[in-house]
C-alpha cells in the first residue's frame, strides 16, 4: 500500500468532532450521527488550521456553553430541539476563521418531533447534509455572511439574483455542473432560500431542496457539492463522491425516482444515479454482490477488497 514517506509531513487529516448537547440521542442514533460525520470528514482533503476561543456562551446561538480551548479540529455542537413539523433539521456555521473565511465550529439542530421514528437512512442523509451546512456549504454563499472571528468581511459572493431567482456562480462547482450536462449561463439554479440546489433542476443530491430531496435513501454527494467545497476554500477527495447523473429532462418525482434506481439496479443498466447507503440497501434492491464496476459498487462496502461488494 502507499506508506507516507519518512520526510512527509504528517498532514491532520479533517475531522468533525461531535459534541452532543442536552437531551441526548440514544446510542443508535449517536452512532449514525457519527457515522455521518465520518462520511463528511473523508470529503475534505485539507487540514483545519488550530485557533484559540475565548468566546462567553450563546455566542453563536442560544443555549451553546461558553468555548475557552485551542481548537484542533472543526466541531459541531448536536441538539434536539422542537423546530415544529415542517423539517428535520437546521444547521449553521458558527465563528469563522481569519483569512480563510471557513468555519471553526457550527450547530446542527435535530427536530425532536419525529426523531424517534426516523429511519435510520434518513437520520444519516439529514446529518451529513447538515453538517454540509455547518461547513458552509449554502450558508456561507453570500458575502454577508462571511465575516471572520475578528470582524473582517469577505467580498466574495457565489450567489446571484436574476429575475427574482437565486443561481450559484462559483467556479468549481459551475464547472461540475457543466460537465454534467448543465446549462451554466445564468448559474446552477437554486431554491428560494438560496442555500440549496434547486429541487426542481438538481434532484435527489445531497444538498438538493424540498423538491428533489429524497427520502429512503442517502442522496449522493455529486461533483457539485464537492465543487461548493472547493469554492469556500476546502481541498476535497474527489474519490469520496459518488456518482451522479443530472437528470436533464426534470426531476422524478420521489417514487419514480426509487424506481428507476432499481430498475437500473436490477437490469446492471448504468444509465441514472444508482447507489445503496448499505449493503442491506443493495439487497433490498436484488442487486447484491455487486462486483466492481457494476451500477452501485463502492469500495466502503467491499470490506475485504476483494472486487465483490456486498458478498
Ligand atoms: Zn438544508
Known amino acids: 500500500m502507499c506508506a507516507p514517506a519518512a520526510s512527509a509531513q504528517a498532514a491532520a487529516p479533517f475531522a468533525v468532532e461531535l459534541r452532543f448537547l442536552g437531551k441526548t440521542l440514544n446510542a443508535a442514533q ?71 473565511y471557513l468555519p471553526i465550529y457550527g450547530v446542527v439542530d435535530l427536530n425532536s418531533n419525529g426523531l424517534s421514528d426516523l429511519p435510520k437512512v434518513d437520520l444519516l442523509d439529514t446529518m451529513i447534509h447538515e453538517m454540509l451546512h455547518a461547513l458552509g456549504v449554502g450558508t456561507l454563499w453570500e458575502a454577508d455572511y462571511r465575516v471572520s472571528l475578528s470582524g473582517d468581511s469577505d467580498d466574495q459572493n457565489l450567489i446571484r439574483k436574476v429575475n427574482g431567482r437565486y443561481f450559484y456562480t462559483g467556479a468549481k462547482a459551475l464547472a461540475a455542473y457543466q460537465n454534467l450536462g448543465g446549462k451554466v449561463s445564468t448559474g446552477i439554479p437554486l431554491d428560494a432560500d438560496a442555500g440549496h440546489w434547486a429541487g426542481g433542476a438538481v434532484c435527489s443530491e445531497i444538498l438538493s431542496g424540498d423538491a428533489g430531496d429524497y427520502t429512503g435513501r442517502v442522496n449522493p454527494v455529486s461533483p457539485l457539492t464537492l465543487g461548493a467545497l472547493e469554492d469556500l476554500g476546502y481541498r476535497v477527495n474527489r474519490a469520496a463522491g459518488n456518482r451522479y447523473t443530472l437528470p436533464l429532462k426534470g426531476c422524478p418525482t420521489d417514487k419514480e425516482g426509487a424506481r428507476e434506481d432499481a430498475e437500473a439496479s436490477a437490469s446492471g443498466s448504468a444509465s441514472g444515479p444508482v447507489y445503496f447507503a448499505s449493503c442491506a440497501a443493495a439487497r433490498a434492491a436484488g442487486a447484491a454482490p455487486i462486483r466492481r464496476g457494476q451500477p452501485g459498487y463502492r469500495p466502503e462496502m467491499d470490506g475485504d477488497g476483494d472486487g465483490v461488494a456486498c458478498e
Not at 450521527?33 to 487540514?47: C, F, G, M, N, T
Open 30 to 100: 449517536q452512532a449514525t450521527v457519527r457515522e455521518a460525520a465520518a462520511r463528511v470528514s473523508a470529503l475534505i482533503a485539507s487540514p483545519f488550521a488550530p485557533v484559540t476561543l475565548n468566546l462567553p456562551a450563546n455566542s453563536c446561538d442560544s443555549n451553546l456553553p461558553k468555548i475557552k480551548e485551542r481548537v484542533q479540529q472543526f466541531f459541531v455542537f448536536v441538539r434536539v430541539s422542537d423546530l415544529g413539523e415542517d423539517k428535520y433539521a437546521e444547521a449553521a456555521p458558527c465563528d469563522l476563521h481569519d483569512g480563510s
